[in-house]
Every structure is written in structure tokens, then in C-alpha cells.
């Protein structure tokens, strides 16, 4: 017996006649914990690397273009480049959805390298203690996804099947819960565990390494109860869907950064 809710609004309020998206405040929501979470890390003395109050802000604000930037490519390139090639306008709409976790990860490797090059710092150190925050953002993500119904799972009979009243008669699987479950509680309780009671801060990408190797695991286990995009599809007759491909492709990187982060340990 599937549980049946009523849709959502992906509009959590509006002001002004202005809409007010629930992904909207789930990005919010996430970069300010996330925020909150690395300065009390750089409180430590056990922190490998120290920012000022201004060096903060600019890589927040580094992290956040990465992100928006690195997603919504992400999301043309990978997932669905010729709709965006008849429509190029769409491009720019990301209130209609459509953003690329792998995407938003270049994105944000790349504006760290960025800001670490400008300040003087090591980008790894900092892309560690990111390693224990990025797992915040993914769980309000995933909620906003579910919210938004939005990356659905398979058809399936499992007594916690999920049918939006309205939308569609077919119990699937709410797989953006498990991702929010696996991707986001899971990995941000060991990461910060990691960060916290072990010595892997003192090697600079370990910690790195670690997250990547651990979400990409996750991210394969869900992509195995999520339904592929629908313009994609499988990629395979075996059943390879995009996500499972990216995530593999980052578990191998994950290990190799790791490995490679163990020759070299920080004073």
C-alpha cells in the first residue's frame, strides 16, 4: 500500500508578488550552515589553515558562483544539450530546475583553486574542511528535490512507495530521501567525525578524497532505485544511468587524490 500526499507548491512564499522557491531557500540554507560549520572548524588550533572574516566571505561568495555556474552547466552539457541548443534562453531560467551535482562540484574545485591561488593558501586544506560541510547542502538539496518532485524514483510496491494525489497513479520509490539520507546524514555525521577525531586534516586532500570516494558510493546505491532522466534514459541495456557513470568516474579520482595524499603529511 503506497502512501499518497498531496503535491507540494515549490513556492514557499511569496513577497511582493515576488515567488520565493523552496530550491531557492534550500540553497540559501545550505551555503549559511555550511558557512556557520567551517568557522567553527577554523576555531580549532587543530585547523590546518586560518581566513580572515574577509577571506571567509570571498570564498563563500567563490563557492556559490562555482556552484550555480559548475550546476547549471553541468546540467546543459551532461544531461539535456540539445533542448538547450533549440532553446538557448532556457539556459538561464534555473527557476525551471535542472542543476548537475557533478557540475556544481567542478564548479566549486575550480573557484576554490581560484580563490586559494588569490589568497595564498593551500586549496587543499581548504577543499578538506569543505569535504565535511558539502554534505549539508546535498541534504537540503535532496529535500528541495522532493518538495519539487523532482528526480523520482522507479515504480515500485514497497510499503513506503510514494504517489503525489494528482500527479501520477504509479508508487515509486522517494529516492530523493534516500540521497538525502545517504548523500547528505550519513556522510556529513563521517566526515566530521573524520575531520574532528583523526589525524587525515594533517594530509592535505585525504579528507578530500574520502568525501568523494563516500558519495560517489552513495550516489550509485540510490541511482539504483532513482528513475533515469527522461531524456536520457539508460545508457546501457544493463541498466547504467548517467549519475552511476559521474559517480564511478569520481570514486576512481576520490581514491587517487587519497592515495596520493597519504605520501605527503603537513607539519
Known amino acids: 500500500m503506497a502512501?499518497?500526499?498531496?503535491?507540494?507548491?515549490?513556492?514557499?512564499?511569496?513577497?511582493?508578488?515576488?515567488?520565493?522557491?523552496?530550491?531557492?531557500?534550500?540553497?540559501?540554507?545550505?551555503?549559511?550552515?555550511?558557512?556557520?560549520?567551517?568557522?567553527?572548524?577554523?576555531?580549532s588550533p587543530k585547523s590546518p589553515v586560518r581566513l580572515d572574516k574577509k577571506q571567509l566571505d570571498d570564498l563563500l561568495s567563490y563557492v556559490i558562483m562555482g556552484v550555480v555556474i559548475g550546476g547549471r552547466l553541468g546540467y546543459v552539457l551532461m544531461y539535456n544539450p540539445w533542448f538547450f541548443v533549440a532553446h538557448p534562453l532556457e539556459i538561464f531560467a534555473v527557476w525551471h530546475g535542472g542543476m548537475s551535482f557533478h557540475g556544481g562540484l567542478a564548479g566549486v574545485l575550480l573557484a576554490t583553486w581560484l580563490f586559494a591561488r588569490k589568497n595564498k593558501v593551500r586549496a587543499w586544506s581548504i577543499l578538506d574542511m569543505m569535504a565535511a560541510v558539502v554534505p549539508i547542502g546535498v541534504l537540503c538539496g535532496r529535500i528541495a528535490n522532493f518538495i519539487n518532485m523532482e528526480v523520482m524514483g522507479r515504480a515500485t510496491n514497497v510499503p513506503w512507495a510514494i504517489v503525489f494525489n494528482g500527479e501520477t497513479t504509479i508508487p515509486r520509490h522517494p529516492s530523493p530521501i534516500y540521497e538525502a539520507f545517504g548523500e547528505g546524514v550519513l556522510l556529513l555525521a563521517l566526515m566530521v567525525c573524520l575531520y574532528r577525531w583523526t589525524d587525515l586534516r594533517r594530509y592535505p586532500g585525504a579528507l578530500g578524497g574520502i568525501w568523494g570516494m563516500g558519495y560517489a558510493v552513495a550516489r550509485i546505491v540510490c541511482e539504483q532505485f532513482r528513475a533515469p532522466d527522461?531524456?536520457?534514459?539508460?545508457?546501457?541495456?544493463?541498466?547504467?544511468?548517467?549519475?552511476?557513470?559521474?559517480?564511478?568516474?569520481?570514486?576512481?579520482?576520490?581514491?587517487?587524490?587519497?592515495?596520493?595524499?597519504?605520501?605527503k603529511k603537513e607539519a
Not at 514557499?12 to 551555503?31: P, Q, T
Not at 531524456?231 to 596520493?260: E, K, P
Open 3 to 43: 502512501i499518497t500526499i498531496n503535491p507540494i507548491s515549490p513556492v514557499a512564499f511569496s513577497i511582493a508578488g515576488l515567488d520565493v522557491r523552496w530550491y531557492a531557500l534550500a540553497y540559501i540554507a545550505g551555503f549559511v550552515l555550511g558557512y556557520w560549520l567551517i568557522k567553527k572548524m577554523m576555531l
Open 230 to 263: 527522461a531524456q536520457i534514459g539508460f545508457l546501457t541495456s544493463w541498466g547504467l544511468t548517467m549519475g552511476t557513470l559521474l559517480s564511478g568516474i569520481m570514486f576512481v579520482a576520490g581514491a587517487i587524490i587519497f592515495a596520493f595524499a597519504l605520501r
